[in-house]
């Protein structure tokens, strides 16, 4: 079956640095939605991306679609103490359902 | 406004019992889902209901039944509770359609079993 898994499972930062966390499929995706889960809270939508090669913004972060539509990355600059949390990728089943990534937690030291 | 909703939000229980959690959703969404998160964050989908019918139902020991009984509401019972049953169990909701929407996810429901 399908498989998405994420890279680093785990990354401590100081804030100010940046963070990137890594995403791949083993099949080919139709989009690909990333989503952040704060400690002790459920998973928040942030982003959907649809097109090969796609990159999309949101204040620091910076999502990448691969070419190859299997791939894809969430890059945080700069990060800060709201940033803390376990960011997920997801990609679509095939049947109107989501297979979510493994997660990277991601700790931020003030 | 809460846009999902779920009761509880904590449920300690022994092995053995039985147990319900609700969800409800107020977005008009088509399609709702139950997934369980272990204590390593892993989010695995149980179940997945389109204007009430089942489309998925993965790998989950026939102990879990959902129930929807309307579109705003997928309820999840659980039969003889085990240990390994301990987890974070999430409702989530989405539009329906051919592809699929971005989901919004309940609070959680945190299961203990003892």
């Known amino acids: 079956g399908q498989q998405v898994m994420q890279i680093p499972q785990y990354q401590h930062v100081q804030e100010g640095e940046d963070f990137t966390t890594y995403c791949n499929s083993s099949?080919?995706?139709?989009?690909i939605q990333w989503y952040k889960q704060r400690p002790g809270g459920h998973p928040v939508f942030l982003i959907q991306l649809v097109k090969s090669g796609e990159v999309k913004k949101q204040k620091r972060l910076t999502f990448q679609f691969g070419e190859a539509k299997k791939n894809s990355s969430l890059h945080i600059t700069a990060t800060q103490t709201t940033d803390v949390g376990t960011y997920f990728c997801?990609?679509?089943?095939?049947?109107?359902?989501?297979?979510f990534g493994s997660g990277t937690r991601l700790q931020v030291q003030p | 406004d809460t846009a999902v909703s779920q009761t509880p939000k904590y449920l300690v229980t022994q092995m053995g019992n039985d147990k319900s959690i609700k969800c409800e959703q107020n977005?008009?969404?088509?399609?709702m889902y139950w997934y369980k998160q272990d204590s390593k964050k892993f989010l695995k989908i149980m179940f997945s209901?389109?204007?009430?019918?089942?489309?998925i139902n993965e790998t989950v020991p026939n102990r879990f039944s959902p129930k929807s009984p309307d579109k705003a509401h997928l309820n999840l019972h659980i039969n003889s509770l085990e240990l390994g049953d301990s987890a974070v169990y999430f409702c989530?909701?989405?539009?329906?359609?051919?592809?699929?929407?971005?989901?919004?996810f309940g609070p959680g429901t945190r299961l203990t079993v003892t």
């Open positions: 989530a909701s989405s539009q329906g359609g051919d592809r699929v929407h971005e989901q919004y």
């Open positions: 977005l008009g969404h088509d399609t």
């Open positions: 099949t080919t995706l139709s989009n």
């Open positions: 209901y389109n204007n009430k019918e089942l489309i």
């Open positions: 997801a990609g679509p089943t095939g049947r109107r359902a989501l297979t």
